[in-house]
């Protein structure tokens, strides 16, 4: 359970780093710990205990294996994690050629 | 064989996404042909699903012939068909009018390359049966998007494009959360096998986490009220087809159908949720149109009004009478044509005078006549005056709010509809009435393809009400209504259809 | 960089691409596949970048090819599930499956697994690129 809390934990702590901080790319690292968090805690789902990897290799038989699929969809949500993170560093840098800033109290055109 | 149908709604945009980007910066023109012809293509194809539908019922496609608790499959009812049509007929509409709009633009083929794959992940969003497929799907169109509104790369589209993909983010890693948390109660992800394991009433406390999960995810996908902050900036800033992609079909198919689907089909809605939902739509209605009538750049003041139409969609459907639903599916179809047609009037107005300050303009309709006229009809429609179908959809939404016994929700329906009328009164009144400014005096009206677009689009407004006869309600509205209303009978369908 | 990093990098850079087309052409019977050996695949271009400076990654692989190569993945993949259609079922597995742990069994997966090492490959080489080549000059502020 307490490792439940942990991810729960981590994923406060991205979006506290989201919500509070200034600049820019703090907010960019905030977007990716919430997303290792929930993927974290996808992967904690798929345990059990002394579950082995799931692995099919020739000599082996299997036993106890944990349950493969949300690795599988881990690997998935971490390569769209990669995309949007690149995506919004891109975006980020752009900001950055056009206001001579990363703070974002000072990037304020659209009102209204 | 038609059941051969299902993967082309993914396949044909996707091919044509990678096809643009590898001969589209080599072969001019090469990338305009192939995006309208792969956009036609998706139009035919679910005008005709419409007529598969119509006898087959539910149709279930597996991909790589896996079984559905374990493969993936595809799903194919009354509800996807519906969206379908609309999010193609748009994208198709939308695809011919970029064709001239996209010319004062550099590297249009990436435009285009990134429009196709929007288009892929709101198919795969409304056609996927499984719910991490929808997951991925509902991403390959918001990053594709959150690319297109940065794709001016000024000032205002870059910031307004990191604020939504911020946003964007957090939304859909509350979605993945809920996902994995609906995933450890039931042990999978099919939607339908899903909804079996939640009827046998296992965790109701998860379940109810889970729906405050997607309701802010999905939410802020289809911007709600509470969630509505990132979209007046980002849709204003993206070059006019994608404002009137984003504002006509995206927050729809993301947000409002992924809502439907979810908390009808999949969990089975409860008064809670209903409840909440007419709420938020009943908030959205009255401060999207609030927040619109002081705005003077036209395409905030059409993205305000996005939200407000939303709100109508969503109370509708949040009053889960087969009238609601009706009412709220029909404004649906309506506000995708007839907002794409405003935004698309807006881009052709800044296309012709570079400006889209309303206190700038001025009797454009002698400069311009097509697009004043075509704004005119796509005026009278969301202000919901009589034929238009705008004036339908909302009629049928306050009359089911009565009904149903909400008067509150038919009285404040109305009065939003009263404001949105008072707000569009002031876009014809100082955009295309008034006196003629100096400055103004050389413009011209806009090419032809954009012309054609605004035509088609604004038919379709004044044929809206056509979709309410007895022989065409049945094919195309009945059938995406009863799939609302059958509610958790979904899963029963999908597994009676394998068989 | 220094000396030390190139005459690394001249010994390791041949092995990290071997390794990573090993992984992919591996995939369907050990852990890895298309998307780990793409990313090692390209790692091994942006280690040239890195240690070389990125004329001298330009000159074994340019920005053209690249995401020549990253569409001709993406196309490939989308081919292969249509074909798929011809057994009736979109990405249905066609091919003969062999004896499980055999280089040349599980049908259709490995042509899968090179598929999108091509576009993860690539795919990763141009955003590292675009990332490191968008020169930072500033407008100076709000004008």
């Known amino acids: 359970m307490s490792v439940y809390l942990l991810c729960l934990i981590l994923f406060c702590i991205g979006l506290y780093c989201i919500l509070r901080k200034r600049n820019l790319i703090k907010i960019i690292i905030g977007i990716a710990i919430t997303g290792h968090a929930v993927n974290l805690f996808f992967i904690l789902i798929g345990y059990k205990a002394n579950g082995r990897a799931p692995i099919h290799s020739p000599d082996q038989t299997i036993l106890n294996m944990v349950d493969p699929l949300p690795q599988a969809l881990v690997l998935t949500a971490i390569v769209i994690g990669l995309a949007v993170i690149a995506l919004i560093a891109a975006i980020a840098m752009r900001v950055y050629e056009k206001y001579g800033t990363f703070d974002i109290t000072k990037i304020r055109r659209l009102k209204g | ?499 | 960089m220094t000396i030390i990093v190139k005459a690394i990098t001249r010994l390791t850079v041949g092995l990290i691409l071997l390794f990573g087309i090993y992984i992919v052409a591996h995939g369907h019977m050990s852990p890895g596949g298309g998307f780990a050996g793409g990313v090692i695949i390209a790692l091994s271009f942006i280690h040239i970048m890195l240690a070389f400076g990125k004329e001298e990654a330009f000159k074994k692989i340019n920005q053209g090819v690249a995401s020549f190569f990253e569409s001709i993945g993406a196309i490939i993949f989308i081919t292969l599930a249509l074909l798929g259609i011809s057994g009736g079922y979109f990405f249905l597995n066609f091919l003969s499956k062999g004896e499980p742990f055999k280089l040349f069994s599980s049908g259709l997966i490995p042509l899968y697994n090179i598929a999108i090492s091509f576009k993860v490959g690539s795919g990763l080489f141009i955003i590292v690129v675009i990332l490191v080549l968008l020169k930072i000059t500033k407008e100076g502020g709000d004008k």
């Open chain 2, 1 to 499: 064989m038609t059941h051969m149908l299902l993967p082309l709604f993914v396949v044909i945009p996707l091919g044509a996404a990678f096809l643009n980007s590898l001969l589209g910066k080599r072969i001019k023109g090469f990338s305009d042909i192939l995006s309208a012809v792969a956009t036609c293509a998706l139009a035919c194809i679910s005008i005709y699903s419409i007529f598969i539908i119509k006898d087959a019922g539910l149709i279930v496609y597996k991909v790589g012939g896996w079984i559905p608790p374990i493969g993936i499959v595809m799903v194919m009812d009354g509800l996807t068909v519906f969206m379908a049509v609309t999010v193609n007929l748009v994208a198709f509409l939308i695809s011919v009018y970029s064709i001239s709009y996209m010319e004062k633009y550099t590297e249009k083929w990436l435009f285009y390359c990134l429009f196709l794959l929007m288009v892929a992940g709101l198919n795969g969003v409304i056609i996927s049966g499984d719910l991490f497929n929808l997951y991925v799907f509902l991403e390959i169109a918001a990053i594709a998007s959150y690319a297109l509104v940065a794709f001016g790369t000024e000032h205002e589209e870059l910031e307004a494009a990191f604020k939504y993909a911020v946003m964007g983010s957090v939304a859909s890693s509350f979605i993945l959360l809920g996902i994995v948390f609906l995933y450890s109660v039931t042990s999978t992800l099919n939607m339908a096998d899903m909804s079996l394991e939640i009827a046998k009433g296992g965790s109701p406390r998860i379940i109810m986490l889970v729906s405050v999960f997607f309701l802010m995810g999905f939410g802020l996908k289809s911007a709600l009220v509470p969630f509505h902050a990132w979209l007046p900036d980002a849709h204003p800033s993206a070059p006019a087809p994608i404002s009137a992609m984003l504002s006509g079909v995206l927050i729809k198919s993301l947000g409002v159908y992924a809502i439907i689907r979810i908390f009808f089909s999949v969990f089975g809605a409860t008064p809670q949720i209903l409840n909440t939902l007419m709420l938020l739509g009943a908030l959205s209605m009255m401060v999207g149109v609030c927040l619109a009538l002081g705005q003077w750049d036209l395409k905030r003041l059409l993205a305000y009004h996005s939200i407000s139409q939303i709100g109508y969609v969503v109370l509708g459907i949040g009053l889960a009478t087969p009238l609601g639903i009706l009412g709220g599916l029909f404004h649906l179809f309506n506000h995708s044509v007839f907002k794409s047609l405003l935004f698309l009037n807006s881009g052709s107005v800044e296309y012709a005078t570079g400006t889209r300050d309303l206190q700038k303009m001025g009797n454009l309709k002698e400069k311009m006549p097509v697009t004043s006229a075509t704004s005119m009809v796509a005026s009278m429609s969301i202000a919901g005056i009589p034929p238009f179908n705008g004036f339908w959809s909302k009629l049928i939404i306050i009359v089911a709010c009565v009904q149903a016994q909400h008067f509150a929700y038919a009285v404040w329906a109305v009065i939003a509809s009263l404001l949105t009328l008072a707000s569009f009164m002031k876009v014809q009144r100082y955009g295309f009435f008034g006196e003629l400014r100096g400055r103004l005096s050389g413009v011209q009206e806009s090419p032809f393809f954009m012309k054609l677009s605004m035509i088609l689009l604004a038919v379709i407004c004044l044929a809206g009400g056509i979709l309410l006869l007895p022989g065409v309600y049945g094919s195309f509205l009945e059938p995406a209504r009863d799939v609302i209303l059958a509610g958790k009978d979904y899963a029963k369908m999908v597994f009676m259809s394998v068989r």
